[in-house]
């Protein structure tokens, strides 16, 4: 059975060693780190020393889903408007060995219901590229909607330009499920 729970520091030397190559690192963060490869040093660094202050502390969740095997996964929440109303996934991953087996729908289940019940946002907001399909079709699949835009925005890296398809979920829609 999956389950989330806050990051820990200990969860990083799983995280950053699902990671295999840098265009799979750049679709998990785009440019949030300068360099690649990156160590559990890095990635503890960056969420204490990124989100540092208690302001930012109160808007910032890294979250750890793990079942009897152990850490499979990752996601942070951050709320993105001072209401603490829309609330943005990002940093979503999987152990690459388990991937394709549902984890990632089953994370983000647990990751919506927790936003509802314990944060209460009322939106869920995310980024994905458009050359990740597999991401695109996990979040679909767990009733994210794209939106569409008057001004797309792309990464520039790795000799490439990335478009970022927004997507919503929203809870007047119907976001959490009745079970």
């Known amino acids: 059975m999956l389950r989330l729970r806050p990051y820990k520091n200990c969860d990083a030397k799983y995280i950053v060693s699902w990671i295999k190559e840098e265009v799979s690192f750049r679709k998990w963060c785009s440019d949030r780190y300068e360099t690649y490869p990156i160590t559990p040093e890095d990635m503890n660094r960056k969420y204490v020393d990124g989100n540092g202050d208690c302001e930012e502390e109160e808007n910032f969740y890294p979250m750890t889903a793990f079942d009897e095997s152990g850490v499979v996964g990752h996601l942070i929440l951050r709320f993105t408007d001072p209401e603490k109303k829309i609330l943005r996934f990002g940093f979503v991953i999987v152990d690459d060995a388990k991937r394709g087996r549902g984890y990632g729908k089953e994370m983000l289940q647990l990751a919506i219901k927790y936003a ?3 944060l209460k946002a009322e939106k869920i907001t995310l980024g994905v590229f ?12 767990v009733g994210f ?9 792309y990464y520039r890296g790795l000799g490439e330009a990335w478009k970022v398809i927004e997507m ?10 009745e079970e």
């Not at 909607?145 to 925005?153: E, F, G, N, R, V």
């Open 116 to 118: 509802s019940e314990i």
């Open 130 to 141: 458009e050359n990740n399909p597999a991401a695109h079709a996990c979040y679909k699949a």
């Open 145 to 153: 909607k794209d939106i569409a835009s008057d001004k797309p925005w």
């Open 168 to 177: 919503e979920l929203l809870r007047e829609c119907g976001y959490v499920s």
